[in-house]
């Protein structure tokens, strides 16, 4: 592991109750983003898609999602995250328990894109493989994507544009959160 991967993470009050909470084997949901001095082509991909089906988007980041269920620890987590999953020159992660919520980010919409149980998640499955490779226990793993939506509109419009433009109401399930 290079020095340069020892600062990837923002220390905030929600992974410090992480780092307190998951002392012991469960549920993990890890969030990988372009750092902010990054233009993020696909969420400005996301954006056109939107503005396309009628809603008013101003601005869209893109996140990638894996949910880890399984026999590990924050320490495995951390280290899937540093040696796997986040390029540490671009990218940006957060870690959250489980049993928490993913909190907002300063924007105003937060939509998740997951693909349902019932399909089967073959990034999921590449990456539990890889995981396995650098040693950390056999659990599975989930991918799914983060929308950060800013702009005006009810759920109900979100909900509309969601399904016709970022997400497939047969494979994917969807989950929209107000942002504070």
């Not at 909470?21 to 990988?32: D, K, N, R």
């Not at 902010?36 to 009628?54: I, P």
């Not at 040696?83 to 328990?97: A, M, S």
């Not at 950060?148 to 419009?157: E, N």
């Amino acid at each position: 592991m290079s020095d340069k991967t020892a600062v990837l993470a923002k220390e905030t009050p929600e992974t410090a109750a992480v780092k307190t909470a998951a002392a012991g084997p469960g549920s993990y949901l890890v969030e990988v983003c372009l750092k902010s001095d990054f233009t993020d082509a696909e969420g400005q991909s996301a954006q056109w898609l939107l503005n396309s089906a009628g809603l008013s988007a101003r601005a869209v980041r893109v996140g990638r999602l894996y949910e880890m269920r399984g026999a590990l620890n924050l320490g495995h987590v951390h280290v899937a995250v540093r040696e796997l999953l986040c390029d540490c020159v671009t990218q940006e992660f957060r870690v959250w328990h489980a049993s928490c919520a993913a909190p907002g980010n300063g924007c105003l919409w937060r939509v998740e894109v997951w693909l349902k149980p019932t399909v089967t998640d073959t990034v999921g499955e590449s990456v539990r493989d890889a995981l396995r490779d650098l040693g950390i226990p056999d659990i599975a793993v989930r991918c799914g994507l983060a929308y950060h939506i800013a702009g005006r509109c009810s759920r109900q419009q979100l909900d509309r544009a969601v399904a016709r433009s970022l997400a497939n109401p047969i494979v994917h399930r969807v989950s929209l959160h107000e942002a504070s």
